[in-house]
Protein backbone atom coordinates (compact mmCIF):
# COMPACT_ATOMS: atom_id res chain seq x y z
CA UNK A 1 0.00 0.00 0.00
CA UNK A 2 1.24 3.55 -1.13
CA UNK A 3 1.36 6.21 1.95
CA UNK A 4 -0.90 9.30 0.90
CA UNK A 5 0.82 11.96 -0.16
CA UNK A 6 0.00 15.15 2.03
CA UNK A 7 -0.92 18.46 0.51
CA UNK A 8 -1.57 21.66 2.28
CA UNK A 9 -3.91 24.08 1.40
CA UNK A 10 -3.36 27.94 1.85
CA UNK A 11 -7.00 29.64 1.10
CA UNK A 12 -9.13 32.03 2.61
CA UNK A 13 -12.39 31.22 0.40
CA UNK A 14 -13.36 28.46 2.13
CA UNK A 15 -15.52 27.35 -1.18
CA UNK A 16 -12.77 26.91 -3.23
CA UNK A 17 -10.60 25.40 -0.64
CA UNK A 18 -13.33 22.83 0.04
CA UNK A 19 -14.21 21.85 -3.60
CA UNK A 20 -10.21 21.23 -4.05
CA UNK A 21 -9.98 18.87 -0.95
CA UNK A 22 -12.83 17.32 -2.03
CA UNK A 23 -11.53 16.64 -4.95
CA UNK A 24 -8.11 15.65 -4.16
CA UNK A 25 -9.20 13.00 -1.66
CA UNK A 26 -11.11 11.19 -4.31
CA UNK A 27 -7.13 11.07 -5.73
CA UNK A 28 -6.13 9.69 -2.50
CA UNK A 29 -4.26 12.35 -1.08
CA UNK A 30 -4.66 13.79 2.11
CA UNK A 31 -5.65 17.48 2.13
CA UNK A 32 -4.88 20.04 5.32
CA UNK A 33 -6.84 23.52 4.84
CA UNK A 34 -5.71 26.98 6.35
CA UNK A 35 -7.55 30.18 6.00
CA UNK A 36 -4.99 32.32 7.06
CA UNK A 37 -0.87 32.24 6.88
CA UNK A 38 -0.17 31.75 10.19
CA UNK A 39 -1.91 28.65 10.64
CA UNK A 40 -0.50 27.42 7.87
CA UNK A 41 3.46 28.22 8.57
CA UNK A 42 2.64 26.90 12.33
CA UNK A 43 1.74 23.64 11.00
CA UNK A 44 4.26 23.50 8.00
CA UNK A 45 7.27 24.13 10.35
CA UNK A 46 5.65 20.64 12.34
CA UNK A 47 5.31 18.44 9.77
CA UNK A 48 6.27 19.57 5.95
CA UNK A 49 3.36 18.34 3.01
CA UNK A 50 4.28 16.34 0.31
CA UNK A 51 2.92 19.95 -1.70
CA UNK A 52 1.40 23.22 -0.72
CA UNK A 53 -1.01 25.24 -2.92
CA UNK A 54 -0.92 28.68 -1.77
CA UNK A 55 -3.43 31.60 -2.74
CA UNK A 56 -1.91 35.13 -3.78
CA UNK A 57 -4.67 36.78 -1.64
CA UNK A 58 -4.96 36.28 1.77
CA UNK A 59 -6.00 38.28 5.12
CA UNK A 60 -2.99 38.60 6.67
CA UNK A 61 0.26 37.64 5.15
CA UNK A 62 0.14 37.31 1.10
CA UNK A 63 0.75 34.12 -0.85
CA UNK A 64 3.96 35.80 -2.11
CA UNK A 65 5.34 36.37 1.26
CA UNK A 66 4.63 32.98 2.40
CA UNK A 67 6.16 31.34 -0.79
CA UNK A 68 9.28 33.22 -0.51
CA UNK A 69 9.38 32.34 3.19
CA UNK A 70 9.54 28.67 2.72
CA UNK A 71 11.87 29.20 -0.73
CA UNK A 72 14.73 31.07 1.34
CA UNK A 73 14.16 28.13 4.42
CA UNK A 74 16.87 25.02 3.38
CA UNK A 75 14.18 22.02 4.29
CA UNK A 76 11.32 23.61 3.79
CA UNK A 77 12.64 24.91 0.47
CA UNK A 78 12.11 21.43 -1.25
CA UNK A 79 8.37 21.56 -0.51
CA UNK A 80 6.52 21.82 -3.83
CA UNK A 81 4.73 25.04 -4.38
CA UNK A 82 1.57 25.73 -6.71
CA UNK A 83 0.00 29.48 -6.36
CA UNK A 84 -3.39 30.27 -7.32
CA UNK A 85 -3.19 33.59 -9.01
CA UNK A 86 -6.07 35.62 -10.17
CA UNK A 87 -3.84 37.89 -12.92
CA UNK A 88 -2.31 35.91 -15.94
CA UNK A 89 0.59 39.30 -15.61
CA UNK A 90 2.11 38.13 -12.41
CA UNK A 91 3.33 34.55 -13.56
CA UNK A 92 6.99 35.73 -14.11
CA UNK A 93 7.27 37.19 -10.83
CA UNK A 94 5.60 34.04 -9.58
CA UNK A 95 8.05 31.60 -10.76
CA UNK A 96 10.54 33.94 -10.61
CA UNK A 97 14.12 34.62 -8.80
CA UNK A 98 12.54 35.86 -5.67
CA UNK A 99 9.24 34.06 -5.22
CA UNK A 100 10.50 30.93 -6.10
CA UNK A 101 7.37 28.98 -6.90
CA UNK A 102 7.23 25.95 -9.03
CA UNK A 103 4.30 26.16 -10.75
CA UNK A 104 1.18 28.25 -10.70
CA UNK A 105 -2.48 28.47 -11.63
CA UNK A 106 -4.50 31.24 -13.05
CA UNK A 107 -8.52 31.27 -11.17
CA UNK A 108 -10.68 30.48 -12.15
CA UNK A 109 -9.54 27.07 -12.40
CA UNK A 110 -10.81 23.29 -13.32
CA UNK A 111 -10.14 20.85 -10.48
CA UNK A 112 -8.64 18.65 -13.64
CA UNK A 113 -6.41 21.11 -14.17
CA UNK A 114 -4.80 21.28 -10.88
CA UNK A 115 -4.53 17.75 -10.47
CA UNK A 116 -2.68 17.70 -13.30
CA UNK A 117 -0.45 20.06 -12.54
CA UNK A 118 0.08 18.62 -8.97
CA UNK A 119 0.70 15.19 -10.87
CA UNK A 120 3.93 17.28 -12.71
CA UNK A 121 5.02 19.10 -9.70
CA UNK A 122 4.73 15.68 -7.80
CA UNK A 123 6.40 13.53 -10.75
CA UNK A 124 9.17 16.02 -11.37
CA UNK A 125 10.43 16.06 -7.43
CA UNK A 126 10.83 12.29 -7.30
CA UNK A 127 12.46 12.05 -10.42
CA UNK A 128 15.31 14.26 -8.36
CA UNK A 129 14.87 11.42 -5.85
CA UNK A 130 16.56 8.86 -8.11
CA UNK A 131 20.79 9.20 -7.51
CA UNK A 132 22.32 9.84 -10.68
CA UNK A 133 25.86 9.10 -11.67
CA UNK A 134 28.16 11.53 -9.47
CA UNK A 135 29.18 14.94 -10.62
CA UNK A 136 29.84 16.92 -14.23
CA UNK A 137 32.31 19.13 -14.19
CA UNK A 138 32.20 22.58 -16.43
CA UNK A 139 35.39 24.78 -16.15
CA UNK A 140 35.11 26.20 -12.25
CA UNK A 141 31.69 24.20 -11.80
CA UNK A 142 30.13 21.18 -10.58
CA UNK A 143 26.43 19.81 -11.39
CA UNK A 144 25.65 17.54 -7.92
CA UNK A 145 23.29 15.02 -9.37
CA UNK A 146 22.97 13.30 -5.95
CA UNK A 147 22.45 16.77 -4.24
CA UNK A 148 20.99 18.72 -7.07
CA UNK A 149 23.40 21.48 -6.42
CA UNK A 150 25.44 23.17 -8.54
CA UNK A 151 28.44 25.02 -7.30
CA UNK A 152 31.06 27.56 -8.37
CA UNK A 153 34.59 27.17 -6.96
CA UNK A 154 33.12 25.19 -4.34
CA UNK A 155 30.28 27.87 -3.48
CA UNK A 156 26.70 26.56 -3.86
CA UNK A 157 24.47 28.35 -6.24
CA UNK A 158 21.06 28.38 -4.89
CA UNK A 159 18.97 26.88 -7.65
CA UNK A 160 15.24 26.32 -7.93
CA UNK A 161 14.42 22.86 -9.02
CA UNK A 162 13.32 23.54 -12.56
CA UNK A 163 16.48 25.62 -12.82
CA UNK A 164 18.70 22.75 -11.93
CA UNK A 165 17.18 20.33 -14.12
CA UNK A 166 17.24 22.82 -17.15
CA UNK A 167 20.90 23.25 -16.73
CA UNK A 168 21.18 19.35 -15.66
CA UNK A 169 19.57 19.01 -19.18
CA UNK A 170 21.19 21.33 -21.57
CA UNK A 171 25.35 20.52 -19.44
CA UNK A 172 24.48 16.72 -21.09
CA UNK A 173 25.42 17.93 -24.87
CA UNK A 174 27.56 20.71 -24.50
CA UNK A 175 26.55 22.77 -27.98
CA UNK A 176 23.52 20.58 -28.90
CA UNK A 177 20.38 22.93 -29.41
CA UNK A 178 17.46 21.96 -27.10
CA UNK A 179 14.31 23.56 -28.62
CA UNK A 180 11.79 24.82 -25.85
CA UNK A 181 9.49 22.05 -26.33
CA UNK A 182 12.08 19.55 -25.68
CA UNK A 183 12.69 21.29 -22.52
CA UNK A 184 8.75 21.70 -21.25
CA UNK A 185 9.05 17.85 -22.36
CA UNK A 186 12.00 16.84 -20.13
CA UNK A 187 10.60 18.49 -16.94
CA UNK A 188 7.29 18.05 -17.13
CA UNK A 189 6.73 15.34 -18.93
CA UNK A 190 3.76 15.46 -22.13
CA UNK A 191 1.52 17.11 -20.12
CA UNK A 192 2.53 20.77 -22.14
CA UNK A 193 0.55 23.38 -19.29
CA UNK A 194 3.20 25.51 -18.94
CA UNK A 195 3.28 27.75 -21.94
CA UNK A 196 7.08 28.12 -23.92
CA UNK A 197 7.52 31.53 -22.12
CA UNK A 198 7.74 29.98 -18.83
CA UNK A 199 11.09 28.03 -20.09
CA UNK A 200 12.20 31.86 -21.01
CA UNK A 201 11.74 32.51 -17.70
CA UNK A 202 13.19 29.71 -15.98
CA UNK A 203 16.22 30.25 -18.24
CA UNK A 204 16.12 34.24 -17.37
CA UNK A 205 16.53 33.08 -14.12
CA UNK A 206 19.21 30.53 -14.48
CA UNK A 207 21.72 32.38 -16.17
CA UNK A 208 21.48 35.26 -13.83
CA UNK A 209 22.18 33.15 -10.67
CA UNK A 210 25.03 31.15 -13.02
CA UNK A 211 27.24 33.67 -13.82
CA UNK A 212 29.54 32.83 -16.04
CA UNK A 213 28.09 29.44 -16.87
CA UNK A 214 25.02 31.72 -17.09
CA UNK A 215 26.26 33.73 -19.97
CA UNK A 216 27.29 30.26 -21.90
CA UNK A 217 23.31 29.06 -22.35
CA UNK A 218 22.44 30.59 -25.61
CA UNK A 219 19.67 31.45 -27.08
CA UNK A 220 19.10 29.95 -30.72
CA UNK A 221 16.41 31.97 -32.04
CA UNK A 222 13.46 30.39 -33.60
CA UNK A 223 14.55 27.45 -32.24
CA UNK A 224 15.51 27.33 -28.28
CA UNK A 225 18.57 26.98 -25.97
CA UNK A 226 22.09 25.29 -26.13
CA UNK A 227 25.08 25.44 -23.42
CA UNK A 228 27.71 27.18 -25.24
CA UNK A 229 31.21 24.66 -25.53
CA1 LIG B 1 -7.97 34.64 -1.34
Known amino acids: MSIKKRIYILEDEIDVANLVKINLEKDKYSVNIYTNSSDFLTEVSKQKPDLAILDLMLPDIDGIEVCKFLKKDGELSKIPVIMLTAKSEEIDKILGLEIGADDYITKPFSVNELKARIKAVLRRYSSNDKPKEGLRHIDDYTIDFNKFEVTYKGQKIQLTTVEFKIIDLL ?49 VRGIGYKLEE
Not at 183 to 207: F, M, Q
Open 171 to 219: SQKRGWVYSREQIIDYLWGHEKYPTERTIDVHINNLRKKLGELGEKIIN
